[in-house]
């Protein structure tokens, strides 16, 4: 399903072992149906490895689909 307009999604996950994880390659990206990953347009992309936090800050997306955080 196309939306009329972008949407603009902002989340924030806590509680979450990122340990490993390298905060200079982390992206949020859109996970399409064969698994090729695609670069979507965002304001800003935030991890705390302390606090186990990882957020994105209003990814544009436009349509229902996978989208994730990789690394």
């Known amino acids: 399903m196309q939306f009329n307009r972008i949407v603009k999604y902002t989340i924030t996950i806590s509680g979450i072992d990122l340990s ?5 390659t982390l992206d949020f990206v859109y996970v399409a149906q064969d698994g090729s990953i695609h ?3 965002y304001d800003s992309i935030y991890m ?11 990814a ?11 690394n």
């Not at 705390?48 to 209003?58: C, E, R």
């Not at 544009?60 to 990789?70: A, I």
């Open 60 to 70: 544009q997306l436009n349509h229902f689909s996978r989208y994730g955080f990789v």
């Open 48 to 58: 705390n490895a302390a606090s186990g936090i990882l957020k994105v800050t209003n």
């Open 39 to 41: 670069q979507i347009v």
């Open 20 to 24: 490993g994880v390298n905060p200079n």
